[in-house]
């Protein structure tokens, strides 16, 4: 596992309070929400504040969450993109 | 912007027995608000709550930081009400009495979608009274 999606992964499971659940119990290409990890609109909220508190990338708007929050591979490929010098 | 001014009725559709901001002393949309809460004898929950030994109820306290927080939005709520869709982290440290002049200031955290999360301190005399971190939604 890449070193950034594992501190996405991380993040996820700190920011939600997931308790009990490892990083490698979450799948990359599930959705994050509806039928994959199930997260509702507060969740959301949660990650857009936890993604800009510890990876400094901002998700400005509804279309920019919908494209990062498909799965962690692409949340993960978002961040990596944002990052970049 | 400071909003004695805030019309309060005209900027939040709460009304009697339920408005429970008296006055906003700071107010920078979308960013910060303090505002205030007189507590007086008369407040209607405080016949019973408790006989004989009148404490503002807890969630009560909650409200008020919602109600504070409505002063972020730039434009008039009127007609269209924030509603409470979270609160994390409530702690209460002290009670909130007849006499009180609360101290109601509220910060917006972020926004995602619609939801807006807040964090609030009640304080009365520079003693915190109650702190969370609300979330709410606009309708």
Redesign the interface.
């Known amino acids: 596992m890449s070193d950034l999606k594992l501190r996405v992964k991380d993040m996820i499971i700190e920011r939600l309070k997931l308790e009990g659940m490892t990083p490698d119990q979450i799948d990359d290409d599930a959705p994050l929400f509806g039928d994959g990890l199930g997260l509702d609109?507060?969740d959301?909220?949660?990650l857009?504040?936890g993604i800009?508190q510890v990876f400094g990338v901002k998700?400005e708007d509804?279309a920019a969450?919908l494209k990062a929050f498909k799965s962690v591979q692409a949340l993960t490929d978002f961040i990596a993109e944002h990052t970049k010098a | 912007m400071t909003a004695q001014s805030a019309d309060i009725p005209a900027h939040l559709p709460h009304r009697y027995p339920f408005l429970l901001v008296d006055r906003v002393l700071e107010r920078e949309p979308g960013v910060r608000v303090v505002a205030e809460k007189l507590v007086t004898n008369g407040e209607p929950y405080l016949q019973g709550h408790f006989e004989g030994r009148p404490l503002v109820p807890g969630v009560l306290l909650l409200e008020m930081l919602a109600q504070a927080g409505g002063f972020l939005e730039a434009a008039s709520l009127h007609g269209s009400a924030i509603f409470l869709a979270g609160v994390q982290d409530a702690r209460f440290k002290a009670p909130a009495l007849p006499g009180d002049r609360l101290r109601l200031e509220v910060h917006a955290e972020g926004a995602f979608a619609g939801l807006m999360k807040i964090r609030g301190t009640v304080s009365c005399e520079g003693r915190d009274l109650c702190t969370a971190a609300l979330l709410v939604k606009r309708l």
């Open positions: 609109s507060i959301a909220l949660e857009v504040l800009e998700i509804e969450g």
